[in-house]
């Protein structure tokens, strides 16, 4: 698992208002939405809502509704009795999920490669240079959490070059699953090796899209989304041997 970091409080107590009821939702949902999609909750994990009570300064109930929303998105689980856990999802329903994330990730490329313009190609160019620069960090969980980040932002350009407002919304919460199950499975940090494959998918996909391939751009992209479940499944596999 890489729950190597601290899980120490991300921001001191904030002041509860009825005006900023909705900012402090936000806060306190976004803050524990991080740290599940970068793995600090491994599976199974209890949450404490006293303790992320105290760590913000305020009642349970803007908790409570924030691990609501985190429950409605499939990262938690609010379960009678227990209290809230962090969701763990079997093996078949990952590779579920990654068939139809590949699948859904691959129409948006499609469409990217009708709808493109140079500058979105102009900033894709300069993510892929970006993450390249990450093969030469040392620190592993830098690396991991700026490569999660970076991957983030290569994609949701693609999605700018497909104009879809409706295909990058429903994408967005596709994506922080994505990002949930691998660092829940205990999947590798990305190395040397890692990087550099990941880095080449990314340059076949740049290309179709340059070239406006849209069944390259497509199969590209859904190979490309493939290989994580791939990963995963090696990762569990050696676990359990």
């Known amino acids: 698992m890489r729950n190597t970091r601290s899980t120490a409080p991300l921001s001191a107590p904030l ?11 936000g806060r306190i949902y976004e803050a524990v939405q991080s740290r599940l999609l ?3 909750y491994p599976a199974g994990t209890k949450l404490s809502v006293e303790a992320i009570r105290a760590e913000f300064g305020v009642s349970k109930q803007p908790v409570m509704e924030a691990l609501r929303l985190l429950s409605a998105d499939g990262l938690v689980e609010i379960l009678p009795q227990i209290g809230c ?3 763990e999802y079997s093996l078949e329903e990952v590779e579920d999920f990654f068939r139809m994330f590949a699948g859904f990730e691959s129409v948006i490329a499609a469409a990217a490669a009708q709808r493109r313009t140079d500058e979105h190609l102009d900033e894709l160019y300069l993510a892929a240079r970006r993450m390249d620069r990450l093969n030469t960090e040392p620190d592993p969980d830098i690396r991991a959490s700026q490569y999660r980040l970076q991957n983030r932002n290569f994609h949701e350009i693609i999605h700018r070059m497909a104009h879809s407002r409706v295909m990058s919304n429903m994408s967005r919460r596709m994506w922080d699953l994505s990002d949930f199950l691998i660092n829940t499975t205990g999947a590798p940090h990305p190395v040397g090796s ?5 880095n080449e998918d990314h340059a076949r996909i740049i290309k179709a899209l340059e070239m406006g391939d849209v069944e390259n751009a497509k199969a590209e992209m ?3 989304i493939l290989s994580t479940a791939t990963m995963i499944q090696a990762t569990r596999a050696e676990s359990a041997s």
């Open 15 to 25: 002041k509860q208002s009825s005006t900023g009821g909705g900012r402090l939702l």
């Open 85 to 87: 856990v962090v969701t």
């Open 194 to 198: 890692s990087i550099v494959e990941r």
């Open 38 to 40: 970068e793995g600090e």
């Open 222 to 224: 859904e190979k490309h």
